[in-house]
Structures are given as structure tokens and as C-alpha cells.
């Protein structure tokens, strides 16, 4: 057996525990990855209590759709733990792609009867990409591409607002009302405009509301890119959306059930993470014999899962 110097950097501890036949067998590596001198490491373990690793952390990111709530009511086990997190006085914060300012978020989980308290630290991606189209960072003029609830993201730009083939940049906050399920629809409609910027407010490409599979805005910037056309994203996996989010000397957990978006994402920050497997890929893990042949589809890393977030 052969390693790189690369790969033997990055081991720790390696037990070589018998020699025959005047080979090296190797019985067991026991490797680590390190994060500004903490030793960590990666091996997927269910969780069957939160209660069991709290401790550990200063601050939780959890994700929203998909783990506190499924788009038509709270998930009463998860909410009973983010309940325990805020009476042992440990940070909350709620991190969505949801291509809407903070505030509407707010609003919308207050009237699915979540208690206020809870609610001290809420951002989305519409609440990032808010901020650099209000500092016109990518030109002045836009085109909306997404259905009409969204326009509260642009309410103080909305006299730049202009037609597609005037604009200086696409917003894309979603999938239009009418072709709320034909990508085919936005490859034909897009076509000429692959010169310019397209903004992606929400990275995910499908989300379940209920029991019923919905397209995101991930899904068109993926056709534009599959087009030839360039894609900004705001929000998970993306450092700059986790940069609002938390200060480099706490200590991180990551909770969410998308592996592009919320796994991803703390990978890409080097920080812990508890995978929710009964969100958006409880029908693809049926595909897959365990969670880890899942999350090499993806090329991630968990530290954690459980079906729920559960207390």
C-alpha cells in the first residue's frame, strides 16, 4: 500500500500491527484533520441525543426548512431542542436559503406559532444578496426572475427594476408562478442572456413543502450555468453568508438535511456538523445501503446524523 506525501501529512496516528511474509499489513489508520490547531475527526455517528454533545458547542447554525419546519407545520421534537439549547444559554442561529429578507422569515414562523424568544438570531441568503444589490454591486438596473411573493427582497431598488433585455443583471429569487415545474421552460427563455450576471438567492435545488417536492432557484442558476452563463450565489454552502452568522472563536454546529447547501457549507468552514437523513434526501438515501456511500455521492463529511432533530 502507497501514500502520498500529501495523504501522509494529514495522518496522525498510523498502527501498523503485525508484519508477514516480510510485507506491512496495515490493521488499522487512524487519521485526524485539523481546524487552527483542534484536532477533529470525521467518522459518521448517529446521535441519538443532542443532549448527549451540547455541551461541546457555544454556537448552533440550523438550518430551517427541512429541520425546524417542512414549509406547512413545526417539527415538535426539533423545536423541544432548540427550547433545551436556549435554557442552557447557548447561541441560536437560524441560517436559511430562503431568498426573502430576515425579517419575512420572522413572520412567517411566528405564524406557524413559534415563540418569539427563539428568534434573536435569524439570516437568509435574501438577506445577504439584500444587502449588495442595495450597494448595487452588481450594476444598477435587474431583471426579476421569480414569482411575484419574493419582491419585498428589492422593495428599497424597485425602480431599478427593467426588462431582460435592458438589464444589467438577473435576480433570481425563484421559479415563475406559471413555470413553477419546467427547467425546459428557462432554458429557452435564458438563452440569449447568457452574457449577463445571474444572482442566485437560493442555492437549493428542490425543497418539500409537506410531502410535495418544490423547485428553488438553484435549479434555474443550474440551467444557466449549464447554458454557459455565470451564477453568483448567496447563502449555503458559501463563506461570506456564515460570515454574518458567527465570530471565528466560537465553537460550531452545523444542523441541516441538504449536503450541497448545509453540509457543504460547514465543510467548506471546517466546522462540525449533524446531518438531519429524513429531510430533503429521504428519497434518494433509499437508494443508497448506508448514509456514507450518500455523503461520498456528495463528497462530504458529517460528524453526525439523525433522522429528527430530537433533544
Given at each position: 500500500?502507497?501514500?502520498?506525501?500529501?495523504?501522509?501529512?494529514?495522518?496522525?496516528m498510523?498502527?501498523?500491527?503485525y508484519?508477514s511474509?516480510?510485507?506491512?499489513h496495515l490493521?488499522?489508520?487512524?487519521y485526524?484533520i485539523?481546524?487552527?490547531?483542534?484536532?477533529?475527526?470525521?467518522k459518521?455517528k448517529?446521535?441519538?441525543?443532542?443532549?448527549?454533545?451540547?455541551?461541546?458547542?457555544?454556537?448552533?447554525?440550523?438550518?430551517?426548512?427541512g429541520v425546524?419546519?417542512n414549509g406547512?407545520?413545526?417539527?415538535?421534537?426539533?423545536?423541544?431542542?432548540?427550547d433545551?439549547?436556549?435554557k442552557?444559554s447557548k447561541?441560536?442561529?437560524?441560517?436559511?436559503?430562503a431568498?426573502?429578507p430576515?425579517s419575512k422569515v420572522?413572520d412567517?414562523?411566528?405564524?406557524?406559532?413559534?415563540?418569539k424568544k427563539?428568534l434573536?438570531?435569524?439570516?437568509t441568503?435574501?438577506?445577504?444578496?439584500?444587502y449588495a444589490i442595495?450597494?448595487k454591486?452588481?450594476?444598477?438596473?435587474f431583471?426579476h426572475?421569480?414569482?411575484?411573493?419574493?419582491i419585498s427582497l428589492f422593495?428599497k431598488v424597485?425602480d431599478n427594476r427593467t426588462d431582460?433585455?435592458n438589464c444589467?443583471f438577473?435576480l433570481?429569487t425563484g421559479l415563475?408562478?406559471?413555470y413553477?415545474?419546467?427547467?425546459n421552460?428557462?432554458k429557452d427563455?435564458l438563452?440569449?442572456?447568457?452574457?449577463?450576471k445571474?444572482?442566485c438567492t437560493?442555492?437549493?435545488l428542490?425543497?418539500h413543502?409537506?410531502n410535495?417536492e418544490?423547485?428553488?432557484?438553484g435549479?434555474?442558476?443550474?440551467?444557466?450555468?449549464?447554458l454557459g452563463g455565470?451564477?453568483?450565489y448567496?447563502g449555503k454552502?458559501?463563506?461570506?453568508?456564515?460570515?454574518?452568522?458567527f465570530n471565528?472563536n466560537?465553537?460550531?454546529?452545523?444542523?441541516?438535511?441538504?449536503?450541497?447547501?448545509?453540509i457543504?457549507?460547514?465543510?467548506n468552514?471546517?466546522?462540525d456538523c449533524?446531518?438531519?437523513s429524513e429531510?430533503?434526501?429521504r428519497k434518494e438515501?433509499k437508494?443508497?445501503?448506508?448514509l456514507?456511500?450518500?455523503?461520498e455521492k456528495y463528497?462530504?463529511?458529517?460528524n453526525f446524523?439523525?433522522?429528527?432533530?430530537r433533544?
Open positions: 500500500m502507497f501514500f502520498s506525501y500529501k495523504f501522509l501529512r494529514s495522518v496522525d498510523v498502527f501498523f500491527n508484519i511474509r516480510g510485507k506491512n490493521k488499522t489508520i487512524k485526524y485539523y481546524d487552527h490547531k483542534k484536532r477533529r475527526i470525521y459518521l448517529e446521535l441519538n441525543h443532542l443532549a448527549d454533545i451540547f455541551e461541546n458547542y457555544d454556537t448552533f447554525v440550523i438550518d430551517l426548512w425546524i419546519h406547512v407545520a413545526l417539527n415538535s421534537k426539533a423545536v423541544d431542542a432548540v433545551q439549547l436556549k442552557n447561541k441560536i442561529v437560524f441560517l436559511s436559503n431568498p426573502r430576515s420572522v412567517f414562523l411566528l405564524k406557524m406559532k413559534m415563540d427563539y434573536d438570531h435569524v439570516m441568503s435574501g438577506e445577504a444578496a439584500m442595495n450597494q454591486k452588481f450594476g444598477q438596473t431583471y426572475l421569480g414569482p411575484a411573493k419574493d422593495e424597485k431582460l433585455e444589467d438577473i433570481c415563475f408562478d406559471d413553477d415545474n419546467d427547467l421552460y428557462y427563455f438563452l440569449k442572456y447568457v452574457s449577463k445571474l444572482i437560493n442555492p437549493d428542490i425543497v413543502r409537506g410535495t418544490e423547485l428553488c432557484a435549479s434555474v442558476a443550474k440551467v444557466f450555468e449549464d455565470e451564477v453568483i448567496f454552502p458559501h463563506q461570506e453568508v456564515y460570515n454574518m452568522c471565528r466560537e465553537k460550531v454546529l452545523a444542523i441541516g438535511d441538504n449536503l450541497r447547501t448545509d457543504k457549507g460547514a465543510n468552514l471546517k466546522i449533524l446531518f438531519i429531510g430533503v434526501h438515501k437508494n443508497y445501503s448506508n456514507n456511500k450518500l455523503l463528497n462530504v463529511k458529517a446524523f439523525q433522522k429528527e432533530l433533544w
